[in-house]
């Protein structure tokens, strides 16, 4: 999701629209009495979640009901299988909570906010913390309100396995990527000649392929926080929202919450866990292994429960579990641990991480001097970390950055790669891993998305390509130490980009034409698409098939701005230009704001490429996210269970098998 999108989410929020999805007056819950978790949720045996019943009286507009007044004598009853239905408080043995009280609003339709006739909502609510079902099967949870009114969520408690096959997970996650996109990547760094490729992708090589589906509770279209929160819980949760179900109160850290895979891992096994990734630290994806808020945004929190737990975030509710300090975090966002406003109470973290007994590392030559043995903090820049491209082609792109994670104002230009940082974090992990506890990681290349959202193409597919260069020499290193037939490996990504190639582009004929239709001449489809040189030597014509390697090595194109290009575009895009080059100052900016607080096309982006119009709200200055399925590649122990077609949800529950986390008892 772009910053502006968030940005203007946050504004909506702040002013009182709580609804997840436009329009809705809160996702999942369609009528007025609410739910959660709700209806069509599956439960591994043992997984922590909390209950959030609320019930809704709105004051005006078409749902209006009760003259504005909810039932505050609401009851919630839970059923097993066919037996009884047991008042929540008898079913789980605990004690009835406080009523709770507020209100929302929200718009109706687009007629209504043009009005500014918000619907004003009041709401009675109870929320039951840190539950668990441990016995299999079916359930049926009855919220009955209004004087007959009911709303009934049907869940399900999965059977788990009983025997755990993988020591070890490695799960790695290629934000935003579609096998659009691994089929260009292919393309720009394999060798083909007549139509057969000489070498392959480590993920072409995978022994299991599958597709998951990403689609989110209350909308088709997900966001990195709660596709990831899919993955990692096998919970559908609303757009933002990290391990919680969006509820409609004003604080994003009531919401109820449930256990994550990281947390289950330490709680039932205590094996060590790493986090990496190419993004801020506390960003989405990585974020969505311990953290729990409605709101993306609340990085300081997400830091904290790093370090700490959900409790320390909100000691208004205890939350039993957490990752207990995770062995390894890698990434950028020096902004949460520098001293200063973006840090947990303005404070120093990176001293807070030391007094637990982390060492912390700033640059790729202390990360590769660093010893095994201690939990280790390794951030490398402010923000996001450099792309593949500008720390290996474009090397003078990471100067004047003033980005270093010292906060010193210099440039964070020793910075590790994927690879670097992933090898490392698995020595880490072998040497903090107790008996046969074994470990747990994430690594994430979190810029295939973030250059997809700014039409950067070439840095989007460099990302990719390290992510698959990590993957092959991660498998080389686990079979180097004798760890390879003890590990899960499993390859997805989150949610997709409406991407592709439709062809091939003359970039310097593009260049010396004059006007827009006639520089869209450039552009050759089916049989004028020819083929691209990103794999012959500069100079070289694309047809040549000798076989070389650039300055980069195998697997990696040649060179990355030929002649003859990819042509490649976006299904969901602002007005921007393109020439199909590759951006030698740094990544792309491909809209701006126009006088009318809209987005235009920017000016400086692509000066000789041609005008293409936008198909998104002129608010939206990047590309967003796509409906489409995303694959899955997957080797080792329990490997075979992730063939086929499948919900995002699924991967939770098939990971949780491969280490048997699930518990009856």
């Known amino acids: 999701m772009s910053a502006r999108t968030y940005a ?23 009528t007025l009495g609410c739910v959660f978790p709700p209806d069509q949720t599956d439960f591994l045996a043992g997984q922590l979640f909390d209950i959030r019943l609320e019930v809704h ?52 339709d687009l007629f209504a906010k043009d009005a500014g006739t918000p619907v004003i909502v009041n709401v009675a609510s109870k929320a039951y913390r840190a539950l668990h079902l441990s016995k299999p099967g079916p359930y049926t949870a009855k919220l009955s309100y209004n004087g007959g009114s009911k709303t009934v969520a049907n869940w399900y408690v999965r059977e788990p396995a009983t025997e755990r096959k993988a020591k070890n997970v490695l799960f790695f996650i290629g934000d935003g990527m579609t096998q659009a ?27 299991n392929l599958g597709h998951q589906m990403t689609h989110s509770v209350d909308s088709f279209i997900t966001d990195s926080a709660n596709s990831a929160t899919a993955l990692y819980s096998g919970k ?69 429960e790093y370090l700490n737990n959900a409790t320390t975030v909100n000691a208004t509710f205890a939350w039993p579990t957490s990752c207990q300090g995770p062995d390894v975090i890698f990434g950028g966002g020096a902004e949460q641990f520098i001293a200063g406003p973006g840090s947990p109470n303005g404070t120093d973290y990176y001293k807070a991480f030391q007094s637990h007994g982390y060492n912390v590392v700033y640059n790729n030559t202390e990360l590769q001097a660093a ?44 910075q590790p790669g994927l690879k670097e940082m992933t090898l490392k974090a698995i020595d880490i992990l072998q040497s903090r891993s107790k008996k046969n506890e074994g470990w747990f990681m994430m690594s994430e290349a979190a810029s295939i998305d973030k250059m997809m959202h700014v039409l950067d193409y070439d840095r989007a597919l460099g990302e990719l390509l390290e992510l698959d260069d990590t993957i092959r020499a991660s498998i080389a ?39 827009d239709r006639k520089k869209r001449s450039a552009i050759g489809v089916y049989t004028n698409s020819g083929l691209s040189g990103y794999t012959v030597a500069e100079g070289s014509l694309p047809n040549n098939n000798t076989v070389v390697y650039g300055s980069e090595g195998p697997n990696f194109p040649v060179q990355w ?79 075979e269970a992730f063939r086929g077609v499948y919900n995002s949800v699924d991967i939770f529950f098939k990971i949780a098998d491969a280490l048997a986390l699930g518990n009856t008892n």
């Open 371 to 414: 010893g095994n043995n201690a939990k280790t903090l390794g951030i490398f820049s402010v923000s996001n970390m450099a792309k593949w491209i500008d720390r290996n082609v474009l090397k003078d792109n990471l100067k004047h950055q003033k980005n270093s994670p010292t906060g010193d104002g210099t440039d964070a230009t020793d």
């Open 57 to 108: 009286a709105p004051l005006n507009g078409t749902e209006a009901s009760k003259g504005g007044v909810p039932d505050e004598k609401f009851t919630f009853c839970i059923q097993q299988g066919n037996g009884p239905c047991n008042d929540v408080t008898k079913f789980f043995k605990v004690q009835d909570p406080a009523l709770e009280k507020w209100t929302f609003s929200y718009y109706e």
């Open 477 to 515: 290193h686990l079979k180097k130490i004798g760890e390879y037939e003890n590990t899960l490996i499993v390859v997805t990504a989150d949610h997709g980009h409406g991407f592709d190639v439709f062809g091939g582009a003359d970039t310097k004929y593009l260049a010396a034409q004059t006007t």
């Open 561 to 639: 701005n030929p002649r003859y290009a990819i042509a490649a575009g976006f299904g969901a895009n602002p007005d921007h230009r393109e020439s199909y080059t590759l951006n030698t100052t740094g990544p792309r900016l491909p809209a701006t704001t126009g006088t009318d607080g809209g987005a235009v096309v920017n000016p400086a982006d692509n000066p000789n490429g041609f005008t293409v119009e936008g198909t998104l709200p002129i608010d939206e200055p990047q590309g967003v996210h796509s409906l489409q399925d995303v694959s899955v590649f997957a080797n080792g122990p329990g490997s």
């Open 8 to 30: 203007l989410l946050a504004g909506l929020a702040s002013a009182g629209i709580v609804s997840a999805q436009t329009f809705q007056r809160l996702g999942a819950c369609p």
């Open 236 to 304: 559908k949760s609303t757009v933002n929202a990290l391990n919680v179900y969006a509820d409609s109160s004003r604080n994003s850290l009531d919401d109820p919450k449930v256990e994550t895979i990281a947390e289950l891992f330490r709680r039932r096994i205590g094996g060590a866990l790493g986090i990496v990734s190419t993004a801020f630290i506390a960003d989405a994806t990585p974020a969505a292994l311990c953290a729990h808020t409605r709101d993306r945004g609340q990085y300081a929190a997400v830091v904290t």
């Open 181 to 207: 996109m691994i089929t260009a990547a292919r393309l720009i760094a394999h060798k083909s000649i007549n139509g057969r490729y000489q070498s392959l992708m480590q993920m072409d090589q995978m022994d």
